[in-house]
């Protein structure tokens, strides 16, 4: 009995005490008859699809197509362009070289010591009386 005493019960502490009620009673039904018609299961691998998603797969693979269309012309056309800035550049540098070496020409020719050698050529002398210098 020393092992009885010992050994204490604290259920009843752990849960307060209630008054006892009558718990109502649950019944649950089968249904009488099962449906005549199950449902099919749809396999795995196959999902159904209606004519509108076909149409808007189609429009959307037809629009993709357009646009990708679309967008190698517009490369194939901007690298035409660039090509020709790139010829345009390059007449432009060679006409401004030519003109370089044009001014390069005229501002030797037009240097005094030159026009006094072509004036020596044809017998013409240089006369400083002669010369007026003009300013505003």
């Known amino acids: 009995m020393a092992d009885e005493s010992a050994a204490r019960d604290y259920s009843l502490l752990a849960e307060p005490v209630a008054p006892s009620m009558p718990q109502p009673e649950i019944h649950i039904k089968a249904p009488a008859k099962a449906p005549a018609v199950q449902p099919q299961a749809i396999p795995a691998g196959r999902v159904a699809v209606s004519a509108f998603e076909k149409v808007l797969l189609m429009v959307a ?33 060679t006409v401004e070289a030519k003109n370089s070496d044009a001014k390069q020409t005229i501002n ?22 002669n010369i007026r210098n003009v300013g505003k």
């Open 61 to 93: 693979g037809v629009v993709t197509v357009v646009l990708a269309t679309v967008i190698v012309a517009t490369q194939v056309s901007v690298a035409t362009a660039q090509r020709n800035l790139q010829d345009v550049e390059q007449s432009i540098a």
């Open 108 to 129: 030797e020719i037009m240097q005094s010591s030159h026009l006094n050698t072509v004036a020596a050529k044809d017998g013409l002398t240089f006369n400083e009386a």
